[in-house]
């Protein structure tokens, strides 16, 4: 088991820390939608909650997914769905399926 210096232990506040601010982000851009982020990026609210449910049970937590999509997006996932999703345009869908 390695030993976790102090040095490692700010490396990980400062991730956690940019981390919550990303999320906080993107709670409040709720212009932007899942598939722009998705076009532009390769992943989104739903990638970051699927790997947060993921590191979850890495450290033996069960956190599952729609708890996860919670945390990220502020809210229930139907509730962010119905308030701020749009219909994806062709222009929009024909990029994400060119990847």
């Not at 790997?51 to 229930?76: F, H, N, P, Q």
């Amino acid at each position: 088991m390695k030993h976790e210096t102090s040095s490692d232990q700010k490396i990980i506040n400062i991730q956690s820390k940019v981390f919550e601010k990303l999320i906080f982000h993107l709670q409040k851009r709720t212009d932007v939608q899942n598939i722009d982020l998705m076009n532009l990026s390769g992943f989104c609210r739903n990638c970051l909650s699927k790997w947060y449910s993921e590191a979850a049970k890495d450290e033996g937590l069960e956190i599952d997914y729609e708890s996860s999509r919670e945390k990220v997006y502020g809210m229930s996932y139907k509730n962010w769905k119905n308030k701020f999703q749009k219909k994806a345009s062709q222009d929009q869908m024909n990029e994400f399926n060119k990847k």
